[in-house]
């Protein structure tokens, strides 16, 4: 064993003398590696002691000039006759600033000057005349504050911070009540606090730098430096000196430049002021306060992704609304879309709800999201009556001009979903997918106009302040097992919602008014068409009874179906098709009941008139 390591040993000597300047090179290559992985974290390091050791260069100055200010100057003025020291010393003759509007100014001419860095002087205790900008304006200078009090050894609170992707040292400097300064402002009758004590954090002197251009401009110096350094390796022991030299160099390049490119700072906070308000005045038209004010103050919220949540869903839809559009000019569609959406909007917004989607006539919002609340589904249920009973305005203001009225229906339903930011890097959307969601649009299938259903888990959740008027048993697409759905008729506690419920009074014809019609299965009519005639009639819906009654089921209740009045000789806008829905209402063998969803207004206002004429003739 003693004789193998002998054998390397002088084997590694042979060939450190054969290849002294290969292994050289070799050592020197390892050396340059190791270097150019420690340089990375070294240029960070000293960025910020860089950047530290400026703030402090800064503060120290300022606070030297304001003591020199205030001994030499002030204090000494105020003994000459005809010298007044007073903060509004620009509108007053022979007057010159106090110490403090003295040391404010300086940090203001500093900023406007000194591109790249911002200088301010702030207090929670501003006097009146400077209220609206002498506190402090945001988290850091608010911390800043709190810190210099807790631990009165500390002289200053500094920290990195990001915004917006960009980079900015944020740094403060405790100023302390002196005793001149005690006695100063403990005997103004303007000042908002005279119980200072000698040693006091008065306030704090924030200085603001950004590093991003600095750091740019480094990383650039870096790449070249790696280059050299690579070329160097080659040359061997005569570019290790060179190297040596290069490191030192760009070593002192770095620390002067960490002075140099601080010069963006103030016009980096300014530009993100305006970009935020923009932000805010433009986005804000598409997402709610609650999801603008969420991307501002936490960028990441825009990586795509989700979580899942239990949210209630809303969602709304108007009745034979594709009819309307059908016999409309584009300009009257979008007309009346926009004043039954800025009605719905205002109510969403006072119970809290998010917009989620304008679609066409249907309406998407979400409650319990971005945030979530204890009372998400008693304000959904609320929401809904409220949207309800604005629909009364909403009418009103389409029959002024002219146009036709507006029936609405909503579905709530509140589970487990999956919530966040959908789409790819250039188009994302703040939406919700989910099985719960899809259950939610087909418990809104089955309402009626002026309906609002709500599913068991809603109604759990919201408690036993909903009032109901009814339930029923459906079986939706795509759900295994029947579910019970309830319709509300109001809320009560805080809310006291409550809709109007009318009982529907069918009457019947001195005759009867023939029809055919066919069943509506999703989107599409079926090619089957049934024989019936209308026997009774209401204000919303009709009695149809079926012929050939003992061969044909009829329609199951919830079902929609298109019919057309068979009327001989009638004028071609009563031949126009009418769309209703099946409701769950005893009756004989052979007939059902229909809630018409949809009528042209030439049919409805033969239908109304005969309802009226029944209406009068049996109340005579």
Known sequence: MNTFISRVWRFFLSLLFKQTVLILLLLFSIGVGVALANMSSLSTSLIKSQ?????????????????????????????????????????????????????????????????????????????PWRKAEGGPRDDFEKQALTYLRQHPEENNFSRLEKQDGRSLWRYGQSVRMEASCVACHDSDPNS??????????????????????????????????????????VLGLAGLTLVISRLRQTTRELEVRVTERTADLAQANTDLEKRNSLIRQVFGRYLSDEIVANLLDSPEGLKLGGERRR?????????????????????????????????????????????????????????????????????????????????????????????????????????????????????????????QVNLTYRIESYTTGGEVLISDETLKAAGSIVQLSGNRQVQPKGVKQ???????????????????????????????????????????????????????????GAKIRMENAPEVSPPP????????????????????????????????????????TAKPPAIQARLDAIYQSLKGAAQS
């Open 311 to 435: 949210i209630t869903i809303l969602t709304s839809d108007l009745r034979g609304f594709t009819a309307i559009s059908e016999r409309s000019q584009p300009e009257e569609v979008i007309t009346i879309l926009n004043i039954y959406l800025e009605y719905m909007a205002d109510v969403i917004t006072q119970y809290q709800g998010t917009i989620n989607e304008f679609m066409g006539d249907g309406i998407l919002v979400l409650f319990g999201a971005p945030m979530p609340k204890e009372d998400d589904a008693a304000k959904a249920v609320a929401c809904a009556c409220a949207m309800q009973l604005a629909m009364t305005a909403v009418n009103e203001r389409l029959q002024h001009l002219g146009f036709p009225q507006l029936d609405m229906g909503i579905g709530i339903n509140t589970g487990l979903v999956i919530l966040g930011n959908i789409g790819s890097q250039k188009r994302t959307k703040y939406g919700v997918v989910g099985s």
């Open 557 to 596: 209740a919830q079902t929609n179906i298109k019919l057309k009045l068979l009327v001989p000789n009638i004028p071609p806008e009563l031949q126009e098709d009418i769309y209703a829905k099946v409701f769950d209402k005893p009756v004989e063998n052979g007939s059902f009941y229909i809630h018409f």
């Open 192 to 233: 908002p606090k005279r119980d200072w004590q000698v040693g006091d954090v008065r306030g704090v002197l924030a200085i603001t730098q950004s590093l991003d251009s600095f750091t740019e401009k480094t990383n650039k110096s870096l790449q070249t430096t790696f280059v050299m350094l690579g070329g160097l390796s």
């Open 482 to 540: 029947p579910i019970t759905v309830h319709q509300v008729y109001g809320i009560s506690g805080d809310y006291n919602l409550f809709l109007s419920i009318e009982a529907e009074e069918f009457l019947p014809l001195s005759g009867i008014i023939p029809i055919q019609y066919a069943l509506l299965e999703e989107k599409h009519i079926s090619t089957t068409i049934y024989q019936g005639s209308i026997v009774e009639l209401s204000a919303k």
């Open 51 to 127: 950047a530290l050791m400026n703030a402090e260069l800064q503060a120290k100055s300022i606070i030297d000039a304001w003591n020199l200010y205030s001994s030499a100057g002030a204090d000494r003025a105020r003994k000459v006759k005809g010298i007044s020291v007073i903060h509004n010393y620009l509108i007053k003759e022979g007057a010159i600033p106090p110490p403090a509007t003295y040391a404010i100014e300086l940090g203001k001419n500093i900023s406007e000057q000194k591109a790249g860095m911002a200088v301010r002087l702030y207090s929670d205790y501003p006097y």
